[in-house]
């Protein structure tokens, strides 16, 4: 059973910055796709950005160039740097481990960004 526990959300100023966790349970981390999805109120939950095991990463666009996200194999955690925030990305922010057609998903942590 693979368990994911996210952490770092908070309360931020427009233009600060926060850094997501993500710690992982299981043996299968390391050949998993990761990814940090989102959801604000009265949206739909949407992907934030992914990594690949091999370290290949994809964001969405609204986030290109603000936010990094990272996974360290041995560590068996991922993680999302968030920098420039906007109040527009005040979402429940979640981690999501893949892997063929498996899914996992974490509790989901708050980020708040004020004007």
């Known amino acids: 059973q693979v368990q994911l526990v996210e952490s770092g959300g908070g309360l931020v100023q427009a233009g600060g910055s926060l850094r997501l966790s993500c710690a992982a349970s299981g043996s299968i981390f390391s050949t998993a796709i990761m990814g940090w999805y989102r959801q604000a109120p009265g949206n739909q939950r949407e992907l934030v950005a992914w990594?690949?095991?091999?370290?290949?990463?994809s964001y969405t666009d609204s986030v290109k160039g603000r936010f990094t996200i990272a996974r360290d194999n041995t560590k068996n955690s991922v993680s999302l740097q968030m920098n420039s925030l906007k109040p527009e990305d005040t979402a429940v922010y979640y981690c999501n481990l893949r892997i063929g057609m498996q899914m996992y998903w974490g509790q989901g942590t708050q980020v708040t960004v004020s004007p």
């Open positions: 990594i690949l095991s091999g370290g290949d990463t």
